[in-house]
T-cell receptor
Framework: NAGVMQNPRHLVRRRGQEARLRCSPMKGHSHVYWYRQLPEEGLKFMVYLQKENIIDESGMPKERFSAEFPKEGPSILRIQQVVRGDSAAYFC?????????????FGQGTRLTVV | DAKTTQPPSMDCAEGRAANLPCNHSTISGNEYVYWYRQIHSQGPQYIIHGLKNNETNEMASLIITEDRKSSTLILPHATLRDTAVYYCIVRSRGDQGGKLIFGQGTELSVKP
């Protein structure tokens, strides 16, 4: 049973370009969470999605960032017009339900570098 | 904001038990205690969770006080590979989506 898959593992973008980060949840999981970890800092919640729905985006920056989780395919975190401050590790997690008594499992992350 | 308090760092000798404390004095009845760890900037790894009873799995034991205001994660025989940042998290059991809010965690160093 494959774990949470994130790709690419490393992504380099020039300032002003777009970054697309993909997250394939574990089989049978329909809930996805995205987190950002800036260098030498902790993990910050960004957004929680179910299939075709954004449930909680309280941690998302107001501009340039968006997320989706379509009926088919992986969840996508999209960053438009990237700036150097977007350089970070981005992790996603998945769980089978929304209930707090089921574990959420994390992927290995995408490390975004903006040059 | 994280609802837990943990010591910023701890040391443990290899082969000894590592006991990591966590204070969650404002925990409510519908919240679970979860533990994750992050080894050298890898993805966080699930360890264990519990509501009010003590729990044990192949990785660790979780001891929750009777008033649920604090807990201890026990790694029974720490190895060098257990060196990591350990996060104690309270997580809603209900309909709020169960997002995990990470605090600063405890940086555990296992020494030979």
């Amino acid at each position: 049973n494959a774990g949470v898959m994130q790709n690419p593992r490393h992504l380099v973008r020039r300032r002003g370009q777009e970054a697309r980060l993909r997250c394939s949840p574990m089989k049978g999981h329909s809930h996805v969470y995205w987190y950002r970890q800036l260098p030498e800092e902790g993990l910050k919640f960004m957004v929680y999605l179910q299939k075709e729905n954004i449930i909680d985006e309280s941690g998302m920056p107001k501009e340039r960032f968006s997320a989706e989780f379509p009926k088919e395919g992986p969840s996508i975190l999209r960053i438009q017009q990237v700036v150097r401050g977007d350089s970070a590790a981005y992790f996603c997690a998945s769980s089978p339900t929304y209930r707090g008594n089921t574990e959420a499992f994390f992927g290995q992350g995408t490390r975004l570098t903006v040059v | 904001d994280a609802k837990t308090t943990q010591p910023p760092s701890m040391d443990c000798a290899e082969g000894r038990a590592a006991n990591l404390p966590c204070n969650h004095s404002t925990i409510s009845g519908n919240e679970y205690v979860y533990w994750y760890r992050q080894i050298h900037s890898q993805g966080p790894q699930y360890i264990i969770h519990g509501l009010k009873n003590n729990e044990t799995n192949e990785m660790a034991s979780l001891i929750i006080t009777e008033d649920r205001k604090s807990s201890t994660l026990i790694l029974p025989h720490a190895t060098l590979r257990d060196t990591a940042v350990y996060y104690c998290i309270v997580r809603s059991r209900g309909d709020q989506g169960g997002k995990l809010i990470f605090g600063q965690g405890t940086e555990l160093s296992v020494k030979p």
